[in-house]
C-alpha cells in the first residue's frame, strides 16, 4: 500500500509552497487508496513555535483535506537516537569531537566534500569510546563511502535520472552533540519506520536525496520513491519567501479574502501541474482521478501578485467559477458561515435560503461579496451607491414605489410572474417605460444599480420587506 506523508516544521505560518505539497501528496495517495500522515517535523526548538504549530493546523484545516495518521517528531527522539548509534556501532557512522562552531552542516566546499574534520573519521573505536566515556561532548557524523567511491542514484518522479559520486556528498550530521537529531537523521528515521512508500517534497530537498539514499540503504536496505516538485517563485523570479513576501505567501491569506477551499486547491494544482488536456477548473473528484506526476512540470511556476494586491487573478477567476457551479447544497452552508462571521443572521428555511444564494451567486467572486455587495438580501441596514441613488431621482421614481408597494399588498400573490404584472400594469397606467420602475425598485431594494432580474429579487427578499423598503424611499 502507498504510504505518503507530509511534514511541516512549525516556524510559521502555512506556506502556499507547503499547502501544495501536502494536495499533491494527499492527492496522489487518495487516487491509491492509501495512507496519508501528517508528521510534525518539530526537532528544531530554537524555531519552532506553537503559534506556527497552530497556524499549520488552521491552513490545513480549511483546505478540508483530512489525514489517516498523525506524528510529532519531537516524540520519537528515541526512535532518532536509536538509530545513530546503530550505525556508529556498526562502524557507519563516527563521533566528532571537534569543538563546536557557526559552521553550517553543509558549507559548500569547491574542492570536494566539505568533511569538517577529516581526522574525527580516523580516530580509533577505542579512542572514541574512552573520550565519550570520558564526558567530552561529540557530534555523530555518517562516515560516507570513499574507497571505493559509488554511484548513489535514483530516479525521481518528476525530474528523472538523478546521480551523485559518493566523493561529493560530505559526511554529514546525524546528532549534535546536544543529543538532537539532525533533519536527515530524523526525517529518514521516522519515513523507515512508518514504511512510507513515497516522499513527496520541494525542489529544494532533491541535492539532500542522496544523503538520504545513503541512511536509508545503511539503515535498513530500502528506500522510498522520490518526487520532487517545482518550487513557486514571485513575478520577480524570486523564491517565494515568508520573510521577504510576507502574507503573499500563506494559505489563510487567501481564506480571510474569500476563497472556496476547492477553488484554492484547484489554483495550486495548476501552479506546476497540468491534466493535459487543457482543463482548468476541477472538482476535487477530478483533480484526485486526473492527478499524476507525469503532468508535473519541470520549471517554477510564477504565482502573480503587487503590493497592491497579494491575490492571484487566476485563483480569483477560478474562484469566481466555483462560486457559480458549484452545487448549491454544498456551497449555501459554506456562504451561511461566511455570514456568521460577519455576524449576519439569516432568517427563513433553508430552501429560502438556498434560493437566494443561486439567485446572487453569478456576479460574485469570493464569499466576502455575499456580506458586502449582497448585504441587502440578508440584512436590513445596507449601503445604497450613488447610481442607484440616481435610478431613485428620476422624476416620480420614488412616488411609484409608494404606489408599488399599495399594488403588491392588495394583491393576494406574491411570485415573480406577479410582481412584473403588477409594475408593467402600473407603468401602463402612469405612461412611464417600465424601465423606470425597474431601476428604482431595484435600487430600492438592493441599495444597487445592477444584479439579478429585479422580478426575482421581489420574492427572494419576502413581502414584509419589499414593502417596508419601497415604502422608506
Given at each position: 500500500m502507498i504510504r505518503a506523508r507530509f511534514a511541516p516544521s512549525p516556524t510559521g505560518y502555512l506556506h502556499i509552497g507547503s499547502a501544495r505539497t501536502f494536495i499533491f501528496n494527499w492527492l496522489f495517495v487518495r487516487k491509491h487508496e492509501g495512507t496519508m500522515i501528517l508528521r510534525i517535523d518539530d526537532t528544531d526548538v530554537d524555531r519552532n513555535t506553537e503559534a506556527s504549530l497552530n497556524s499549520i493546523y488552521e491552513g490545513l484545516n480549511w483546505l478540508d483535506l483530512s489525514w489517516d495518521e498523525f506524528y510529532r517528531q519531537s516524540e520519537r527522539l528515541d526512535l532518532h537516537r536509536?538509530?545513530?548509534?546503530?550505525?556508529?556501532s556498526r562502524g557507519l557512522a563516527y563521533r566528532d569531537f571537534t569543538p563546536a562552531t557557526n559552521e553550517g552542516e553543509d558549507r559548500p566546499h569547491a574542492?570536494?566534500?566539505?568533511?569538517f574534520h577529516p581526522e574525527m573519521r580516523a580516530i580509533s573505536t577505542e579512542e572514541s569510546d574512552r573520550r565519550s566515556a570520558a564526558g567530552e561532548p561529540f557530534v555523530i557524523r555518517f562516515k560516507v563511502e570513499r574507497d571505493p567511491v559509488r554511484e548513489v542514484a535514483f530516479t525521481d518522479?518528476?525530474?528523472?535520472?538523478?546521480?551523485?559520486?559518493?566523493?561529493?556528498?560530505?559526511?554529514?550530521?546525524?546528532?549534535?552533540?546536544?543529543?538532537?537529531p539532525t533533519y536527515h537523521l530524523a526525517s529518514c528515521a521516522d519515513d523507515i519506520d512508518l514504511k512510507i512508500t513515497h516522499v513527496v517534497r520541494g525542489q529544494d530537498h532533491l541535492s539532500n536525496t542522496f544523503k538520504h539514499i545513503l541512511l536509508f540503504q545503511a539503515a535498513s536496505g530500502l528506500q522510498p520513491k522520490f518526487a520532487h516538485l517545482p518550487l513557486l517563485i514571485a513575478p520577480d523570479g524570486a523564491k517565494l519567501s515568508k520573510r521577504k513576501h510576507g502574507p503573499v505567501v500563506s494559505v489563510t491569506t487567501y481564506r480571510d479574502n474569500g476563497f472556496l477551499p476547492i477553488a484554492y486547491i484547484n489554483f495550486l494544482c495548476l501552479l506546476g501541474w497540468s491534466p493535459k488536456n487543457d482543463r482548468e477548473q476541477m472538482s476535487l473528484t477530478e483533480l484526485t482521478s486526473l492527478f499524476s506526476f507525469e503532468g508535473v512540470n519541470r520549471s517554477n511556476a510564477v504565482v502573480n501578485f503587487s503590493e497592491a494586491d497579494p491575490i492571484d487573478p487566476k485563483a480569483m477567476w477560478l474562484n469566481s467559477q466555483h462560486l457559480r457551479t458549484m452545487p448549491i447544497a454544498e456551497l449555501a452552508p459554506i456562504v451561511r458561515r461566511s455570514l456568521e462571521d460577519h455576524h449576519m443572521s439569516v432568517p427563513g428555511t433553508e430552501a429560502q435560503?438556498?434560493?437566494?444564494?443561486?439567485?446572487?451567486?453569478?456576479?460574485?467572486s469570493t464569499l466576502l461579496?455575499?456580506?458586502?455587495?449582497?448585504?441587502?438580501?440578508?440584512?436590513?441596514?445596507?449601503?445604497?451607491?450613488?447610481?442607484?441613488?440616481?435610478?431613485?431621482?428620476?422624476?416620480g421614481a420614488r412616488e411609484l414605489m409608494h404606489v408599488l408597494a399599495d399594488r403588491m399588498e392588495a394583491n393576494a400573490e406574491f411570485s415573480e410572474a406577479s410582481v412584473e404584472a403588477d409594475l408593467r400594469k402600473l407603468?401602463?397606467?402612469?405612461?412611464?417605460?417600465?424601465?423606470?420602475?425597474?431601476?428604482?425598485?431595484?435600487?430600492?431594494l438592493t441599495g444597487q444599480s445592477v444584479g439579478?432580474?429585479?422580478?426575482?429579487i421581489f420574492p427572494c427578499l419576502g413581502r414584509e420587506r419589499v414593502l417596508e423598503r419601497l415604502r422608506r424611499v
Open positions: 536509536k538509530l545513530a548509534y546503530d550505525l556508529l574542492e570536494g566534500p566539505w568533511l518522479l518528476v525530474y528523472g535520472p538523478q546521480s551523485k559520486q559518493t566523493a561529493d556528498v560530505e559526511d554529514f550530521a546525524l546528532l549534535r552533540s546536544n543529543g538532537m435560503f438556498e434560493h437566494v444564494v443561486d439567485l446572487i451567486r453569478a456576479r460574485y461579496d455575499f456580506a458586502l455587495k449582497g448585504r441587502a438580501y440578508f440584512a436590513d441596514d445596507f449601503h445604497t451607491d450613488q447610481v442607484a441613488k440616481d435610478k431613485l431621482d428620476v422624476p407603468a401602463e397606467e402612469r405612461g412611464v417605460k417600465p424601465g423606470v420602475l425597474i431601476n428604482a425598485s431595484r435600487a430600492a439579478p432580474s429585479a422580478f426575482a
